[in-house]
């Protein structure tokens, strides 16, 4: 696959994949998460590969989410809402090796998923993750909800998505949402310090760990798989319409209107 939409570089058996619209603060379209699921499979499944970092190009932005400018009901790529994110969630799950969010600005919606599925976060002081499904009509009712819950409790994850609002990566750090934040213009040393120390450890030792720590809650696959069934037939509503709406429109969404 020619890439548009992402970067893929490897270095001394790190894979790096970079979405690259930083135009579009990193969000993701159908093509870029089609892209993103060849790249994920090209690395996972090569043997001279040890350890994956996914992060966003630029410095704002990790990645923000679906991008709302190619959300008309529905997205413009393939699966149940037109944006195959449930499968590339899962495939960052069920490569055989560790993957890396390396999150150098915003972290935010579906980006904010994107990193909490990963195995290790690393970010920036410069960070700033959160949710705002709510507020533009959306949700993850998978990994980026039940999972999220496993990561930092049942009332954190419920802050998170009820308010839609927006952490430093030290409250992240407090909450057990990322492993380490440093000051900005060390994030990628390290990184590279983590995937070093990765790659001295035995690669079937880390596949089986991975496999184990994911046994524990694969059944939030089949829970997103319905979830995701009904928010295709809930952004079929004029409810979830209006928040895509007002989002263009730069304006307060009046969801209540259309609530039936």
Known sequence: MNYEDILYDVKEGVATITINRAERYNAFRGQTCMELIDAFNRAGWDKSIGVIVLTGAGDKAFCTGGDQGAHEGQYDGRGL??????????????????????????????????????????????????????????????????????????????????LCRKYTAQQALEWGLVNAVVPHEQLDAEVQKWCDEIMGMSPTALSIAKRSFNADSENIAGIGGLGMQALSLYYDTEESKEGVAAFKEKRKPEFRKFYK
């Open 81 to 162: 809402i037109g944006l195959p994110v449930e499968e590339l969630q899962g495939l960052i799950r069920e490569v055989p090796k560790p993957v890396i969010a390396r999150v150098n600005g915003f972290a935010i919606g579906g980006g904010h998923v994107l990193h909490v599925v990963c195995d290790l976060t690393i970010a920036s002081d410069k960070a700033i993750f959160g949710q705002v499904g709510p507020k533009v009509g959306s949700v993850d009712p998978g990994f980026g909800t039940a999972y999220l819950a496993r990561v930092v409790g049942e009332k954190r994850a419920r802050e998170i998505w009820y």
